[in-house]
């Protein structure tokens, strides 16, 4: 089952063009890395994947109920709304009666040095990183994008989120936007290389 | 140096600058224009406020009083107004120019006209009050309406949360900062506009009446106690306003 993909995009900053003719198609239970220099167009593929950057041409089609770790991972929380509230907030969203039980349970697993009664908005970099990917990971769609989720993660940390991270995605497809080349090798097993705005894609881990 | 010797230094170096203060104003006391002295020394400061202290009281909480209801009807009128703005903007741009136009006229300025409207009553003193709070707060309102979206609304997007979720998840957070700074140059505005409607317009009770009464009969050191009083009523509003935006953003670090 497909659950994205991109058909002939293309995206234009100024002048410049970002992404020119990029088709990409993830299906259920892939694990994709997407790697690049910086400037590639990395982020901006993500974006356009989500449907948060308007497309120049082409197609785009993505399930719903997107897990999302952006970037800009610190931003993305809800400073005023405790760790159990923003990892519940896809389900809430959603209508799910057992949002915080299953917000909560999840918290347990992935953020176990983190009270989820706490506000989002005092937490260290590397928690509120962790406490992004938790949410992603609570979103109830069959894809999870990750856009460097673990940039602010501490190496002790990193291995054991890793290993969250695959246990909780179960048949979900992963995208995972990263430079780090243990990240690509533990969680990927397809990668796909973008190069001035073009993608290179099937290289094998 | 330890923490409670740098304490005792800098506790030290507030004393000084205490004193230094109190001899500058001694020193301005000894300059005389025409005779007389421009502001009044320390200690018959001291001795005003002891002989005057009860009327003193009343008078500033007289001001205070104004101060406040018309900087409440200024607020929620400029919520109001700034809402309808944020709104209309979309489509008519010049809104947020009329809105600056607006928020440049001296609110005293209106002061005849409101009693024209309204006569010599506390509702014209109020409605000039309110009305230099109206329109700071309501370019703060849609300021923080017309901010770019951000990433937590773009998370909610994804989420495919409801205008009325996304709204409240995010807009009244998000704006506090904006508001907080809204509502704090609307509390100084209405403290110098409080003080000078009572000084154009006379009122029975006031900081702005004692201040003309004393000019009138030549009380210097009544004149300095209440324009010192007029100070202190400026500084306890803001701090108060302080005060109040650190126990509402208690999210941030």
């Given amino acids: ?205 | 140096m330890s923490a409670p010797g740098l304490r005792r230094r800098s506790v030290a170096r507030s004393l000084l600058a205490l004193a230094g203060a109190v001899g500058g104003w001694w020193a301005v006391a000894q300059i005389r224009v025409a005779g007389r002295a421009l502001v009044a020394t320390p200690a018959a400061t001291l001795n005003a406020l002891s002989a005057t202290a009860p009327t003193l009281g009343v008078d500033m909480a007289a001001t205070g009083a104004r101060t406040g209801l018309g900087l409440t009807a200024g607020v929620v009128a400029g919520l109001v107004v700034g809402a309808l703005a944020a709104v209309l903007m979309r489509q008519t741009p010049v809104i947020e120019g009329l809105l600056d136009l607006a928020r440049s006229i001296p609110p005293v300025v209106l002061l005849p006209v409101c009693l024209l409207a309204f006569g010599y009553n506390e509702f014209a003193r109020l409605a000039t009050v309110a009305f230099g709070c109206v329109w700071t707060v309501a370019l703060a309102v849609m300021t923080a309406a017309s901010s770019p979206r951000s990433v937590r609304r773009e998370m909610l997007d994804l989420a495919k949360a409801t205008p009325m979720q996304a709204l409240t998840w995010t807009q009244p957070w998000e704006s506090l900062g904006v508001l907080v700074v809204g509502l704090r140059t609307s509390a100084s505005t209405a403290v110098v506009v409080a003080v000078v409607t009572e000084m154009i317009a006379g009122a029975e009770h006031g900081l702005g009446s004692r201040v003309i009464a004393a000019q009138i009969v030549g009380d210097t050191p009544g004149l300095t106690l209440d324009v010192l009083a007029a100070g202190v009523l400026g500084y306890v509003v803001n701090l108060a306003l302080r005060i109040l935006e650190r126990w509402v953003r208690t999210f941030e670090k």
């Avoid at chain 1, 953020?111 to 506000?119: A, E, K």
């Avoid at chain 1, 940039?151 to 048949?171: K, T």
Wanted: hydrophobic share 45%; proline share 4%; with cysteine.
């Fill in chain 1, 1 to 205: 089952m497909i659950v994205a993909a991109l058909d002939r995009v293309r995206v234009h900053g100024g002048d410049r063009p970002i992404l020119c003719e990029v088709s990409l198609t993830l299906r259920q239970g892939d694990r994709v890395a997407l790697v690049g220099a910086n400037g590639a167009g990395k982020s901006t593929l993500v974006r356009v994947l989500l449907g948060l950057t308007l497309l120049v041409e082409g197609t785009v089609q993505c399930a719903a109920g997107v897990g999302y770790v952006p970037q800009a991972y610190a931003e993305s929380l809800f400073p005023w709304f405790s760790v159990l509230r923003n990892v519940a907030m896809p389900l809430l969203v959603a209508g799910r009666k057992d949002a915080y039980d299953a917000a909560h349970a999840l918290a347990r697993r992935i953020l176990p040095g983190i009270d989820p009664r706490r506000r989002a908005g005092h937490l260290s970099g590397g928690e509120k990183q962790a406490t992004a990917l938790a949410r992603a990971l609570a979103s109830p769609g069959a894809l999870v994008v990750a856009d460097e989720p673990f940039s602010a993660i501490s190496a002790s940390n990193r291995d054991r989120l890793r290993r969250a991270l695959r246990d909780e995605l179960g048949d979900r497809a992963l995208l995972l936007v990263s430079h780090d080349a243990e990240d690509v090798a533990e969680l990927c097993e397809r990668t796909v290389h973008l190069s001035a705005g073009r993608i290179f894609d099937g290289v094998p881990v």
